[in-house]
T-cell receptor, first 114, second 116 residues
């Protein structure tokens, strides 16, 4: 399977703490993205990092990418109850290789305790 | 600018019936993707379509499943003779750009298919 893997599978922290989720993948990629899914809803795009980038920030989000280790991390700082959701990494292939759809990991279920 | 619209939101079918899931992409988007999600699982790619063309159906089961994206109207994911194992959430996503670069996708709220 080419599916990515997130860890941990589930994470429960106190409001205000930082949450870190990791993603590993197996193929060469063009970019890696993170999405959030609230229960029973569709996925919402959070951030995209290209294969030639190492770190990217967006508000309280920080994403890193290590193509040599085929891994990425998503850090959410100063977590809020509204951050409770499942978080998925997704990646696309380098041009000319693999399926045209994004490949998604299995997700990390994040619970923020008030 | 309305988002990706999927209907119905919930669909209940008995074994052997047909299920038709509809997806209207965002305005201006000509690239549509269908994904299936089982409980506690990530999304599994099924098919990628452009207007009137199937570009990549490598994730589609060989039998009973078909998809189309006609020149006019929504994209349709069709499942014939449904079985209990087809029960899942089916998500549609659209993009204004071709998928070869793994571009950002805009997702609908999904159709939850339940097969009795």
């Amino acid at each position: 399977s080419q599916q990515g893997e997130e860890d941990p599978q589930a994470l429960s922290i106190q409001e205000g703490e930082n949450a870190t989720m990791n993603c590993s993948y197996k193929t060469s990629i063009n970019n890696l993205q993170w999405y959030r899914q609230n229960s029973g809803r569709g996925l919402v795009h959070l951030i995209l990092i290209r294969s030639n980038e190492r770190e990217k920030h967006s508000g309280r989000l920080r994403v890193t990418l290590d193509t040599s280790k085929k891994s990425s991390s998503l850090l959410i700082t100063a977590s809020r109850a509204a951050d409770t959701a499942s978080y998925f990494c997704a990646y696309g292939p380098q041009e000319g290789g693999g399926a045209d759809g994004l490949t998604f990991g299995k997700g990390t279920h994040l619970i923020i305790q008030p | 600018n309305a988002g990706v619209m999927q209907n119905p939101r919930h669909l209940v079918r008995r074994r052997g019936q047909e299920a038709r899931l509809r997806c209207s992409p965002m305005k201006g988007h000509s690239h549509v993707y269908w994904y299936r999600q089982l409980p506690e699982e990530g999304l599994k790619f099924m098919v990628y379509l452009q207007k009137e063309n199937i570009i990549d159906e490598s994730g589609m089961p060989k039998e009973r499943f078909s998809a189309e994206f006609p020149k006019e109207g929504p994209s349709i994911l069709r499942i014939q003779q449904v079985v209990r194992g087809d029960s899942a959430a089916y998500f549609c996503a659209s993009s204004p750009l071709p998928g070869t670069g793994g571009e950002k996708l805009f997702f609908g709220s999904g159709t939850q298919l339940s097969v009795l």
